[in-house]
């Protein structure tokens, strides 16, 4: 398995984590705990766990990297349950290298509506990379440099509050979106192939529209996951608010 580095702050301009010598010390708790997503341990590529990003948020990982958080990215929630706080404009996580994804994943994670501005940047590649997920409060996004631009991935059914379920996979030709473990949308193409920030957008002229609510858990799959599977990884990790 790949080392692991994992943020020692929440609130600070830049903080990159030195290299552990040994894995982080919820490694072997979140072993224990993804035994619960059965064979899906097997395709698990990340799991970001928001609950315990102060004392190291990475629960576990098969990507090599450095986690760092830029700007004001605040811990929310009860003390039972927490989430990361993206509405400082400017604020996100930073993954250095970018974690390549390539063709063929799922990413999913629990968001938090109405969000408080026109868009809302979920994932985001590296200035390279070309490629965003991002939604409002009535329709779920993509953006491609190679297809052009904005790509609709879905209008949600209804107006959106509290938390809701966002997924995106791609099989190497196809990209699809899901809410609340329902598929939402598809576009023909993968918009998306590598992450290099979550919660904002990295280019500070967009951090002011592009800005998330609060997203809880983060994960990514090696592979795309059925419908079915979506939902089993909801029921895994849930904000207790969540319907």
Same mark, same amino acid.
């Given at each position: 398995m790949s080392r692991v580095l994992s943020t020692l702050s929440v609130a600070c301009t830049i903080c990159i984590a030195d290299e552990p010598t040994a894995p982080p010390p919820n490694q072997a708790t979140a072993e224990k705990r993804l035994e619960a997503l059965g064979n899906l341990k097997d395709d698990l590529g990340l799991w970001i766990g928001m609950?315990?990003?102060?004392?190291?948020?990475?629960?576990?990982? *098969?990507?090599?990297?450095?986690?760092m958080v830029v700007g004001d990215v605040?811990?929310?929630? $009860?003390?039972? *349950?927490?989430w990361m706080d993206f509405r400082t404009p400017g604020s996100y996580l930073k993954f250095e290298p970018a974690v390549s994804i390539d063709q063929k994943y799922t990413?999913?994670?629990?968001?938090?509506? #109405?969000? #408080?501005?026109?868009?809302?940047?979920?994932?985001?590649? #590296?200035? $390279?990379?070309?490629g965003a997920v991002y939604s409002d409060d009535t329709e779920l996004f993509g953006w491609s440099r190679q297809f052009g631009g904005d790509v609709n991935l879905g209008k949600f059914p209804?107006?959106?509050?509290?938390?809701?379920?966002?997924?995106?996979?791609?099989?190497?030709?196809?990209? *699809?979106?899901?809410?609340?473990?329902?598929?939402?949308?598809?576009?023909?193409?993968?918009?998306l192939r590598k992450i290099g920030t979550i919660g904002n957008h990295w280019n500070v002229t967009y951090t002011n529209r592009n800005m998330c609510n609060a997203?809880?858990?983060?994960f990514i799959f090696r592979r795309p996951l059925s419908a079915d599977e979506i939902q089993k990884v909801m029921k895994f990790e849930r904000p207790r608010d969540a319907k």
């Amino acid at each position: 398995m790949s080392r692991v580095l994992s943020t020692l702050s929440v609130a600070c301009t830049i903080c990159i984590a030195d290299e552990p010598t040994a894995p982080p010390p919820n490694q072997a708790t979140a072993e224990k705990r993804l035994e619960a997503l059965g064979n899906l341990k097997d395709d698990l590529g990340l799991w970001i766990g928001m609950n315990s990003l102060e004392c190291g948020g990475i629960e576990w990982a *098969r990507f090599d990297f450095k986690l760092m958080v830029v700007g004001d990215v605040k811990i929310a929630g $009860e003390k039972e *349950r927490k989430w990361m706080d993206f509405r400082t404009p400017g604020s996100y996580l930073k993954f250095e290298p970018a974690v390549s994804i390539d063709q063929k994943y799922t990413v999913c994670t629990w968001m938090l509506f #109405p969000t #408080p501005a026109k868009h809302a940047s979920i994932w985001q590649a #590296p200035p $390279e990379g070309g490629g965003a997920v991002y939604s409002d409060d009535t329709e779920l996004f993509g953006w491609s440099r190679q297809f052009g631009g904005d790509v609709n991935l879905g209008k949600f059914p209804e107006e959106m509050a509290g938390w809701h379920h966002i997924a995106l996979t791609a099989d190497g030709t196809t990209t *699809r979106a899901f809410l609340d473990g329902k598929e939402l949308g598809n576009f023909d193409g993968v918009i998306l192939r590598k992450i290099g920030t979550i919660g904002n957008h990295w280019n500070v002229t967009y951090t002011n529209r592009n800005m998330c609510n609060a997203l809880d858990d983060q994960f990514i799959f090696r592979r795309p996951l059925s419908a079915d599977e979506i939902q089993k990884v909801m029921k895994f990790e849930r904000p207790r608010d969540a319907k």
